[in-house]
């Protein structure tokens, strides 16, 4: 299968440069002049500096080019993805469509495969999520991620046609599972950003790490998700990296709140609004998300990380 990554970002250039091994590729990007510096120096500089394109790899900033292909990587960011596909693909489009990203919009509650369904009911919907940072995939580094579509026939293919040498994929058709998990775990990330930013400890981190894992688990299970899809790759192996690692923007949120610093507000940060979307979708499901709320109210100023670490402490005991 041919394949294209619709989106030059960081995440999109990685796998783009990983799928290259083993087919041609076409990345894609809307800016005709970064397709050009790209071209020219067979590298993305701006987004993933310091690695080459390998020579399956083709640029262009022509979408109707970037479409003529058998699958198509929707690498760009959550809140943006309903707007792109309304822009660029079809309703009536029979595509392989596959997100890769993370999150849920804040209007609608809805996430990517979701959105993809509502946008293209007649294309094959699926998500690739889990613990992976750009990096490492654009330098041949081992990561392992999950690959969900709810047409189990359709994911096989796509697994193999999105397996790498260094980028094994393992499949489940728990799509709603593998959304969870990886836009729940962003919000867990900030929020241990915020205990070592606030100087609070590991032990405090690792106490939000379980703490949110069962939280992540809950919501999951009321929304009729697998648990087991938590346990794996898209919820537990995701939540590991991504609350331990500054190379995790969420995390670096966090951070930054913690200790009280600026932060970069043109920075794509996907659990900033998760957490208000997670807060609006739970408000009467009676789900019990503390975390998610206590981040919500700090990332729009409504409570300080004081305030905040002393109202989680203060909760009802209670059996694990």
């Known amino acids: 299968m041919n394949v294209s990554v619709l989106g030059a970002g960081a995440f999109g250039t990685a796998l783009a440069i990983s799928l290259?091994?083993?087919?041609?590729?076409?990345?894609?990007?809307?800016?005709a002049e970064h397709v050009a510096d790209m071209q020219a120096s067979r590298a993305n500089g701006l987004r993933l500096p310091g690695v080459q394109f390998p020579e399956n790899l083709s640029l262009t900033s022509d979408i109707a080019q970037a479409l003529a292909t058998d699958v198509i990587l929707l690498a760009v960011p959550m809140q943006q993805l309903a707007g792109f596909l309304a822009d660029h693909i079809a309703p009536d489009s029979t595509a392989n469509l596959v997100a890769c990203c993370k999150g849920f919009e804040v209007a609608t509650g809805r996430g990517p495969v979701s959105v993809i369904r509502d946008a293209a009911p007649q294309a094959t919907a699926a998500i690739?999520?889990?613990?992976?940072?750009?990096a490492d995939i654009a330098r041949g580094l081992p990561t392992a991620l999950t690959l969900a579509c709810a047409d189990e026939d359709a994911g096989k293919r796509l697994q193999q046609?999105?397996?790498?040498?260094?980028?094994?994929?393992?499949r489940t058709t728990d799509t709603q599972g593998a959304e969870l998990g990886g836009a729940l775990k962003n919000v867990i990330a900030?929020?241990?950003g915020v205990a070592i930013g606030a100087g609070l400890g590991q032990s405090a981190r690792a106490a939000l790490m379980t703490r949110g894992f069962s939280e992540m688990t809950r919501l999951a299970q009321h929304m009729g998700a697998e648990t087991a899809t938590l346990a794996g790759l898209s919820g537990f192996g995701d939540l590991v990296l991504t609350c331990t690692s500054e190379q995790s923007r969420n995390y670096r949120l966090g951070l930054s709140l913690g200790a009280g610093d600026s932060f970069d507000p043109t920075t794509t940060v996907e659990g900033a609004a998760t957490a208000r979307a997670i807060v609006q979708m739970t408000q009467t499901s009676g789900v019990d998300m503390p975390i998610t709320q206590t981040v919500a109210r700090l990332l729009d100023g409504a409570a300080d990380v004081p305030t905040s670490?002393?109202?989680l402490l203060s909760r009802p005991l209670k059996e694990e």
Do not use: E
Request: glycine share 6%; proline share 6%.
């Open 128 to 134: 690739l999520t889990g613990p992976s940072f750009a």
């Open 190 to 192: 900030i929020a241990c």
């Open 161 to 170: 046609a999105l397996t790498t040498p260094n980028l094994r994929l393992y």
């Open 20 to 31: 290259a091994q083993k087919g041609k590729v076409t990345l894609w990007a809307r800016n």
């Open 309 to 311: 670490m002393a109202a």
